[in-house]
């Protein structure tokens, strides 16, 4: 089995910054794409950030102000966010596509959510 397990949410004030882990475990052969969303009350999931062979992606309002990395080795995802608003109040979920042995295909993963709150 594969759990991905993450951290780094809380509360923090406008123009504020917060870092989020997501750490892959298990039967792991290869992590491939992985990503952030987030969910905010009332609406639907949203993407939030990406990084897949090398290249990222981000949504338009954290372009600029939100940064992706991984560490392959550890198979973690961060998202280093910076200058936040309360618009990006949110439950943030980490996603990865792992492949668990070298015969079959990458399926889909998220982990629990982290609450994110940005409010004075």
């Known amino acids: 089995q594969v759990q991905l397990v993450e951290s780094g949410g809380g509360l923090v004030q406008p123009g504020g910054s917060l870092r989020l882990s997501c750490a892959a475990s298990g039967s792991i052969f290869r992590a491939n794409a992985m990503g952030w969303y987030r969910q905010a009350p009332g609406k639907e999931r949203e993407l939030v950030a990406i990084t897949s062979g090398g290249s990222t992606n981000y949504a338009d309002s954290v372009k600029g102000r939100f940064t992706i990395s991984r560490d392959n080795a550890k198979n973690t995802v961060y998202l280093q966010m910076n200058s936040l608003n309360p618009e990006d109040t949110a439950v943030y979920y980490c996603?990865?596509?792992?492949?668990?042995?070298?015969?079959?295909?990458?399926?889909?993963?998220w982990g629990q959510g982290t609450q994110v709150t940005v409010s004075s």
């Open positions: 996603n990865a596509h792992i492949q668990r042995n070298w015969s079959t295909r990458s399926r889909s993963y």
